[in-house]
């Protein structure tokens, strides 16, 4: 800013402690795009109300055979608008790589953070307040981007940057104040450029968040599981304030618009821009290389895309003249807008570098998705039969170890008892043998006493007849 970091800083400490002013309305629109998924064909720009303009274009080259598409489809950028009467919310993400697998985590990311600020608005009463809730948006987005649809699905990753543009309450002693700002956080290497309704002048409010990249292809940082437990890499997560007139413009895109703007895409040497080097890749001090970089395209945009953009929507006219402060420069400010994304494509060269190798078409893709989609609701039913067939038997053989358990416990008591009437019975035949062998005795000796007698009468009857 103005005044250099100092006087940057300072203003960034006021602007942190306005209050806002509440939403005056609920969600009017939501805008969300692209909406071409492949083709070759460029997506239409969207529009409403002339607050909000977006619109995503390749510049990649059409590939080689007859499938009528483009190197790098499907487009893996997503960006988001979310309208009230007085407070936007703006989200591009940018998923990292080539494929499905990307797009669907810059799609997550983007539908993720728009649901959670959307459920969160009335909360939102201050600047810093609102920084702290994008943040929190950032982690439920990356929560969101971590769910697998289904076991075996490849989980993508996205940088991503959200911001919110909201009206402040007034100031008594400040009556000049602006009277809005501009909050966001980004994580990667998306980018938010300011456009000063009356001069003009371009400003990238994210200028800090190119810096301590370890090599030209690093994003800096990403939402997704890029870490061994799963987290994301937060290197250059950041918030960034700035405040807004009305009338101003914000421009939030991706790498693959703002690398346009690099000198090094440009053909342009660091020497010719007064740096001691002539090739970008040998400069050590990467700080003051992106300092450099950053003014270069500010400027560069301001020259050859919002001055002449400007000039068309002047010279274009046609509309009725606004009545609302600040709506003309706004009115004009969405004519330059437009034209810039129009021309956008004309002016950008497409990248050199090859990220990837998309390994079929994209419609093939989808089809294939959809046949993996049904195939895992089937599998999903399947499984759920599965599972409560084992429950059940698992119920079955809890209840029959049960049973077992029961069964040995009576068997256990049964054989006691068993061993209880033996020894009972042991015990009785004992008692009954003693008896039966004293009577046996008993009868023995009475036997042998009747035997004594009847001899004694035999011998008496001998005497007797002897006698005789």
């Known amino acids: 800013g103005e005044g250099g970091p100092a006087a940057a800083a300072a203003n960034e400490r006021r602007l942190k402690g306005r209050r806002l002013v509440r939403s005056r309305s609920g969600r009017l629109v939501t805008i969300t795009g692209p909406n071409v998924h492949g083709g070759g064909e460029q997506e239409a720009l969207q529009e409403w109300g002339g607050a909000v303009a977006a619109r995503t274009i390749s510049t990649y080259p059409m590939r080689g055979d007859d499938s009528g598409m483009r190197d790098g489809d499907p487009i893996c950028d997503r960006y988001g608008a979310a309208l009230y009467e007085n407070r936007h919310v703006v989200v591009v993400a940018d998923g990292c790589n080539w494929g499905v697998a990307p797009m669907l985590a810059a799609q997550r990311a983007r539908d993720a953070v728009l649901e959670y600020l959307a459920e969160k608005d009335a909360r939102i009463r201050d600047v810093a307040e609102a920084a702290l809730y994008l943040l929190r948006s950032f982690s439920y987005a990356h929560r969101k981007m971590s769910q697998r649809a289904r076991e075996q699905e490849n989980v993508g990753t996205s940088t991503l940057i959200a911001a919110m543009v909201v009206e402040l309450e007034l100031e008594p002693d400040q009556p000049h104040a602006p009277q809005w700002a501009f909050v966001g956080a980004s994580v990667g290497d998306c980018k938010a450029f300011h456009v000063c309704g009356a001069s ?3 400003t990238d409010i994210t200028d800090s968040n190119r810096g301590g990249q370890e090599h030209a292809n690093d994003c800096g940082g990403r939402l997704g599981p890029t870490q061994a437990d799963g987290g994301p890499d937060l290197r250059n997560l950041n918030t960034f304030f700035f405040a807004c007139r009305q009338g101003d413009l914000v421009i939030c895109m991706s790498d693959g618009v703002h690398d346009n703007l690099h000198p090094r895409m440009l053909g342009i040497s660091p020497r010719a821009l007064g740096m001691d080097a002539d090739e970008w890749s040998a400069i050590e001090d990467t700080a003051a290389a992106e300092a450099v970089v950053v003014n270069f395209r500010t400027q560069f945009f301001h020259d050859h895309a919002i001055v002449p953009a400007a000039e068309a929507a002047a010279a274009g006219g046609g ?78 053989a809890a209840a029959y170890e049960g049973e077992s358990e029961k069964e040995n416990s009576n068997e256990e008591g049964r054989g006691k008892e068993r061993k209880r009437r033996s020894a009972r019975l042991r015990s009785t035949t004992s008692k009954g043998e003693r008896a039966e062998q ?11 006493a009747k035997a004594k007698s009847v001899r004694g009468g035999k011998r008496t009857e001998e005497v007797v007849d002897k006698g005789v």
């Open 438 to 448: 004293s009577k046996k005795d008993s009868t023995g000796a009475e036997m042998e």
């Open 319 to 396: 509309r009725e003249e606004p009545e609302t402060p600040g709506a003309r420069e706004s009115e004009r400010l969405g004519d330059i807008a437009i034209n810039f994304l129009e021309k956008q494509q004309l002016m950008a060269t497409p990248r050199a570098s090859m990220l990837g190798e998309v390994a079929e078409e994209f419609h093939l893709r989808q089809a294939v998705a959809s046949a993996i989609s049904l195939l895992d609701s089937v599998g999903q039913s399947v499984r759920k039969k599965r599972r409560r067939t084992m429950a059940r038997r698992a119920r079955e």
């Open 200 to 202: 003009h002048r371009v």
